[in-house]
RNA sequence: GGUCCCGUGGUGUAGCGGUUUAACAUGCUGCCCUGUCAAGGCAGAGAUCGCGGGUUCGAAUCCCGUCGGGACCGCCA
């Protein structure tokens, strides 16, 4: 080794003794006759100094800049009284420099290392070994490698066994759109990247594994987010002889005591609360309702059924939220509401002001709406004075949608909350199917798999708009944390199911008979779910973007500044796979 | 597929039709400096304002296009 002891470890108790460190130049500060740098690696920063009486260390000292890689030996003192720097781990001793060898010289880096500045996020990502060399980088990095390997320990310890499933697998139109790999061997054949080891965790639970798990890289070639990445990492669980209960309680459990391993954050409610899929959306407009704010919406569809105002009396729902203290904003504020809650498709954005006399002081539709319904629009919104009514009148997905995103906007506003909150909830029984207008059919709302509530089989063929899927969602701060469902372990009911969603029974075999041939052979009851790892990193970190706690992340629109990728192929690459590219890009490697 | 925001020395910003020879901070280079820790002082180098076209007597500034980054809708669990 060319340490002895890392930056980190050296502390008080270390003074007097001989040591050797390594790492890079973070910052110097020369005076002359005098030179300090602060040397760091990855355990943290020592100041070392330069004495003049060695003078071969001291020339070199001041020759170094930013991001040199130096290896130092010397004594390690008690710094002067005075001295001393209690903003630093090792604030209280020093280096003296012996001994200094440059290892690799630097080029002034493109950006900060030792700062905390804001930078362009196409510079940070193409000089991305860079970047992680800044300090709350490298603090992600352990963050996530803590996680990780606090799952690893805990589910192993639970008897749960790891096992890797493969990457190059089969395409299954079904759901997101697939990476394809083209097979050299199988001319016109593609593999195709998984979107989740779904279908290979369940053959787990037919080969008798019982209780499964993966930290499970996943592909989607799906437009960017800021909580979406093109490839992305799944805790992935598989449970067989489980109950729902059994799943969530798996979960909960897990998480509890990771937060409270690795971070000072701190669930809101305890035990997490649960809402079915319908009271999420009635209350809140969405499935994935951000709990840190109180504010939720009003069904006020029946009290203004009858207004002489179109808008409402025509909607097939009007709801709204109480923007509390908002009356002070002004039209333009207003107004830029309008316009958000349009990107939703809702036709505008109806409003009142509660004045201090407790009557509507302004309103868009005031004129339109009788002194008696506006009354009870006020008490059923609990409207107080200097409140902001806000309401939307629309088709209920519209409504909802426009809504919760609006929700999001004000709570973020007039709510305190505290950033070390951690709003966890579950929301269960989702519908199975949803209807697709185009399609004229029933799609999964979840995925193929999903096993229905045993209450409400008896509505599979009557009535299956009715059916609900025995289907869980995690929702922490307005992500969705994790997902999973029981499944269908009868090849019976499996079937059933595809020809609900209009899979031909040719298709379905050749898509998913090795499914229904596999149920076909002692099939145990089996479920499970898979937690967004890059998602709850990201709200560990209490970061906004999972960039943040990605090493390599792409841009959004999908490439790697830094290296380049996606690339031309060279055509004899191209040849062996038996791909004839259309319109080839000009940088075509001939 | 669509909407919006950003692009000015290495970095982060200001300037938004003419006293701009493009400013400020930081970084960088050199000199001075023995107790600093965002060290300090002095001096200096460094940008044809992402790219292309247009409007204008005149464009970093206005318009169109294009490229790159980001936020969002659609898409995606």
Same mark, same amino acid.
């Given at each position: 080794?060319?340490?002895?002891?890392t930056?980190?470890?050296?502390?008080?108790?270390?003074?007097?003794?001989? &040591?050797t460190?390594?790492?890079?130049?973070?910052?110097?500060?020369?005076?002359?006759?005098?030179?300090?740098?602060?040397?760091?690696?990855?355990?943290?920063?020592?100041?070392?100094?330069?004495?003049?009486?060695?003078?071969?260390?001291? $020339?070199?000292?001041?020759s /170094?800049?930013?991001?040199?890689?130096?290896? &130092?030996s010397?004594?390690?003192?008690?710094?002067?009284?005075? =001295?001393?720097?209690?903003?630093?781990?090792?604030?209280?001793?020093?280096?003296?420099?012996?001994?200094?060898?440059?290892?690799?010289?630097?080029?002034?880096?493109?950006?900060?290392?030792?700062?905390?500045?804001?930078?362009?996020?196409?510079l940070?990502?193409?000089?991305? #070994?860079?970047?992680?060399?800044?300090?709350?980088?490298?603090?992600?990095?352990?963050?996530?490698?803590?996680?990780?390997?606090?799952?690893?320990?805990?589910l192993?310890?639970?008897?749960?066994?790891?096992?890797?499933?493969?990457?190059?697998?089969?395409?299954?139109?079904?759901?997101?759109?697939?990476?394809?790999?083209?097979?050299?061997?199988?001319?016109?054949?593609?593999?195709a990247?998984?979107?989740?080891?779904?279908?290979?965790?369940?053959?787990?639970?037919?080969?008798?594994?019982?209780? #499964?798990?993966?930290?499970?890289?996943?592909?989607?070639?799906?437009?960017?987010?800021?909580?979406?990445?093109?490839?992305?990492?799944?805790?992935d669980?598989?449970?067989?002889?489980?109950?729902?209960?059994?799943?969530?309680?798996?979960?909960? &459990?897990?998480?509890? @005591?990771?937060?409270?391993?690795?971070?000072?954050?701190?669930? @809101?409610?305890?035990?997490?609360?649960?809402?079915?899929?319908?009271?999420?959306?009635?209350?809140?407009?969405?499935?994935?309702?951000?709990?840190?704010?109180?504010? $939720?919406?009003?069904?006020?569809?029946?009290?203004?059924?009858?207004?002489?105002?179109?808008?409402?009396?025509?909607?097939?729902?009007?709801?709204?939220?109480?923007?509390?203290?908002?009356?002070t #904003?002004?039209?333009?504020?207003?107004?830029?509401?309008?316009?958000?809650?349009?990107?939703y498709?809702?036709?505008g954005?109806?409003?009142?002001?509660?004045?201090?006399?407790?009557?509507?002081?302004?309103?868009?539709?005031?004129? #339109?709406?009788?002194?008696?319904?506006?009354?009870?629009?006020?008490?059923?919104?609990? =409207?107080?004075?200097g409140?902001l009514?806000?309401?939307?009148?629309?088709?209920?997905?519209?409504?909802?949608?426009s809504? =919760? =995103?609006?929700?999001?906007?004000?709570?973020?506003?007039?709510?305190?909350?505290?950033?070390?909150? /951690?709003?966890?909830?579950? &929301?269960?029984?989702?519908?199975?199917?949803?209807?697709?207008?185009?399609?004229?059919?029933?799609?999964?709302?979840?995925?193929?798999?999903?096993?229905?509530?045993?209450?409400?089989?008896?509505?599979?063929?009557?009535?299956?708009?009715?059916?609900?899927?025995?289907?869980?969602?995690?929702?922490?701060?307005?992500?969705?944390?994790?997902?999973?469902?029981?499944?269908?372990?009868?090849?019976?009911?499996?079937q059933?199911?595809?020809? /609900?969603?209009?899979?031909?029974?040719?298709?379905?075999?050749?898509?998913?008979?090795?499914?229904?041939?596999?149920?076909?052979?002692?099939?145990?009851?089996?479920?499970?779910?898979?937690?967004?790892?890059?998602?709850?990193?990201?709200?560990?970190?209490?970061?906004?973007?999972?960039?943040?706690?990605?090493?390599?992340?792409k841009?959004?629109?999908?490439?790697?500044?830094?290296?380049?990728?996606?690339?031309?192929a060279?055509?004899d690459?191209?040849?062996?796979?038996?791909?004839?590219?259309?319109?080839?890009?000009?940088?075509?490697?001939?």
């Amino acid at each position: 080794m060319l340490k002895t002891h890392t930056c980190g470890e050296l502390k008080h108790d270390c003074i007097g003794q001989e &040591v050797t460190l390594a790492g890079w130049v973070h910052r110097r500060r020369d005076h002359g006759g005098l030179t300090f740098i602060d040397l760091r690696d990855r355990w943290g920063l020592v100041q070392v100094v330069s004495d003049p009486e060695y003078a071969e260390a001291h $020339e070199i000292m001041a020759s /170094l800049r930013s991001e040199y890689v130096v290896q &130092v030996s010397g004594n390690v003192r008690g710094r002067p009284d005075g =001295a001393t720097n209690p903003d630093m781990a090792s604030g209280d001793i020093e280096l003296v420099a012996k001994q200094v060898e440059i290892l690799n010289i630097s080029k002034t880096p493109p950006f900060d290392i030792n700062k905390i500045t804001r930078v362009e996020e196409g510079l940070r990502q193409k000089y991305r #070994y860079l970047d992680l060399r800044r300090s709350h980088m490298l603090k992600n990095l352990h963050l996530r490698h803590n996680t990780i390997a606090f799952i690893r320990n805990h589910l192993s310890q639970s008897d749960f066994l790891e096992v890797e499933t493969p990457i190059l697998f089969k395409t299954t139109p079904e759901g997101a759109r697939d990476y394809l790999v083209p097979s050299r061997l199988h001319k016109g054949k593609f593999y195709a990247l998984p979107q989740s080891p779904q279908q290979l965790k369940q053959l787990l639970m037919v080969a008798g594994v019982e209780k #499964y798990f993966q930290i499970a890289r996943c592909f989607r070639d799906e437009d960017q987010r800021g909580d979406r990445q093109p490839e992305f990492t799944q805790l992935d669980i598989e449970m067989s002889f489980v109950e729902q209960e059994d799943v969530l309680q798996t979960i909960e &459990v897990m998480m509890t @005591q990771l937060v409270s391993n690795l971070t000072s954050m701190k669930f @809101q409610q305890t035990p997490w609360p649960r809402f079915s899929n319908e009271e999420a959306l009635n209350r809140f407009g969405t499935d994935k309702p951000d709990l840190r704010f109180g504010i $939720e919406l009003q069904d006020v569809t029946e009290l203004v059924s009858k207004s002489e105002f179109k808008i409402f009396s025509s909607a097939e729902a009007v709801k709204g939220i109480n923007a509390e203290g908002c009356g002070t #904003y002004t039209r333009k504020e207003i107004d830029s509401l309008t316009d958000f809650v349009k990107k939703y498709g809702a036709g505008g954005l109806a409003w009142a002001v509660v004045g201090e006399d407790d009557s509507i002081s302004r309103s868009s539709f005031g004129k #339109y709406v009788d002194v008696v319904t506006m009354n009870a629009l006020k008490k059923k919104m609990q =409207a107080k004075p200097g409140d902001l009514l806000l309401l939307v009148a629309s088709e209920i997905d519209i409504v909802h949608d426009s809504l =919760a =995103a609006l929700r999001i906007k004000i709570g973020e506003k007039i709510s305190s909350y505290d950033p070390n909150t /951690l709003a966890c909830c579950w &929301v269960v029984d989702f519908p199975l199917f949803n209807w697709n207008e185009q399609e004229n059919r029933w799609d999964p709302s979840h995925h193929l798999f999903t096993a229905p509530l045993t209450e409400d089989l008896c509505h599979l063929k009557t009535d299956p708009g009715k059916v609900r899927g025995s289907q869980y969602d995690m929702v922490c701060n307005g992500y969705e944390m994790a997902g999973g469902s029981i499944r269908i372990h009868d090849s019976e009911l499996q079937q059933q199911i595809f020809g /609900l969603i209009g899979l031909e029974q040719s298709v379905a075999i050749d898509r998913f008979g090795h499914m229904l041939e596999a149920f076909e052979y002692g099939t145990p009851p089996h479920g499970g779910i898979a937690v967004g790892i890059d998602r709850l990193v990201m709200l560990l970190a209490q970061e906004k973007n999972i960039r943040e706690v990605i090493a390599f992340p792409k841009s959004q629109q999908a490439t790697d500044l830094m290296v380049g990728a996606p690339s031309s192929a060279d055509v004899d690459q191209l040849n062996e796979l038996h791909i004839n590219v259309v319109d080839p890009p000009d940088d075509i490697i001939e």
